[in-house]
Nanobody
Framework: QVQLVESGGGLVQAGDSLRLSCAAS????????MGWFRQTPGKEREFVKF????????YTADAVKGRFTISRDNVKNTVDLQMNSLKPEDTAVYYC?????????????????????WGQGTQVTVSS
């Protein structure tokens, strides 16, 4: 049984940093690309960042460019999202997900339908 567990969310002030972590079990993530998405009430889940299977390539949503960094540890089976210079508009539930493939195809990494497994999410709230 594949399980993804996100952690590290919380309440911070604008300009602060947070580091989210996603721990996978039941699956070896070294065979897959991994993504982070976020969602606010009433809106569709939004792509944030993607990292390919070996960490050599990443893809970033415009909204977080220059502020968020994605990394992975295939030995620990984890994927992290470092979020700096947080803004109130970053407030959302953040989800990690396992992509269907290893590589980076921009048109496919941004869409939820190309991800097979999802975590339960972790809340990030940024106050102004």
């Amino acid at each position: 049984q594949v399980q993804l567990v996100e952690s590290g969310g919380g309440l911070v002030q604008a300009g602060d940093s947070l580091r989210l972590s996603c721990a996978a079990s039941g699956l070896t993530i070294s065979n897959y690309g991994m993504g982070w998405f976020r969602q606010t009430p009433g809106k569709e889940r939004e792509f944030v960042k993607f990292i390919n299977y070996n960490g050599a390539s990443t893809y970033t949503a415009d909204a977080v460019k220059g502020r968020f960094t994605i990394s992975r540890d295939n030995v620990k089976n984890t994927v992290d999202l470092q979020m700096n210079s947080l803004k109130p508009e970053d407030t959302a539930v953040y989800y990690c997900a396992v992509h269907q493939t290893r590589g980076l195809i921009p048109s496919r990494v941004k869409e939820t339908k190309y991800y097979d497994y999802w975590g339960q999410g972790t809340q990030v709230t940024v106050s102004s």
